[in-house]
C-alpha cells in the first residue's frame, strides 16, 4: 500500500485547502474499503494529533473537536483517493497533514488512534498566515 498526500500550501486565514491522498495498493469499492482511512497533522514541537476519520464503508466520519464544522473528509471511489476539504483555516491549523490507512476488521468504526493505522504518507504541509 502507497500513500500519496498532496495539496498543502500557504493560505489566509478564513482561506480553504483541499488535501488529497491517492492510495495505491488497496480497494475503494461502491460498498466497503479495504482500509479504514485517516488525516493527521503534527504541529512544530507537538505531538501527531489525529483531525478525521471515515470508516470503510464510508458511511461513518469522526472529527476532532478542534476541527469539527470546518474540515471535511470525503472519499472518491472511482479515483482511489481521499480528500480532506478544510474551510475557515485558522493559525493554529498549520501542521504537516498525513493520511493514513488502517486494515480494521469494523467497516463502520472510526479509529482515531494513530498506531491503529498501518500505513502512512509522506506529509503535505499546511501554512496559515494570520
Known amino acids: 500500500v502507497q500513500l500519496q498526500a498532496s495539496g498543502g500550501g500557504l493560505v489566509q486565514a478564513g482561506g480553504s485547502l483541499r488535501l488529497s491522498c491517492a492510495a495505491s495498493?488497496?480497494?475503494?469499492?461502491?460498498?466497503?474499503?479495504?482500509?479504514?482511512m485517516g488525516w493527521f497533522r503534527q504541529a512544530p514541537g507537538k505531538e501527531r494529533e489525529f483531525v478525521a476519520g471515515?470508516?470503510?464503508?464510508?458511511?461513518?466520519?469522526s472529527y476532532a473537536d478542534s476541527v469539527k464544522g470546518r474540515f471535511t473528509i470525503s472519499r472518491d471511489n472511482a479515483k482511489n483517493t481521499v480528500y480532506l476539504q478544510l474551510n475557515s483555516l485558522k493559525p493554529e491549523d498549520t501542521a504537516v497533514y498525513y493520511c493514513?490507512?488502517?486494515?480494521?476488521?469494523?467497516?463502520?468504526?472510526?479509529?482515531?488512534?494513530?498506531?491503529?493505522?498501518?500505513?502512512w504518507g509522506q506529509g503535505t504541509q499546511v501554512t496559515v498566515s494570520s
Open positions: 471515515l470508516s470503510r464503508s464510508g458511511g461513518s466520519t
Open positions: 495498493g488497496l480497494i475503494f469499492s461502491s460498498y466497503v474499503s479495504s482500509y479504514a
Open positions: 493514513a490507512a488502517a486494515t480494521t476488521a469494523s467497516t463502520i468504526r472510526v479509529y482515531t488512534l494513530s498506531k491503529v493505522y498501518n500505513y
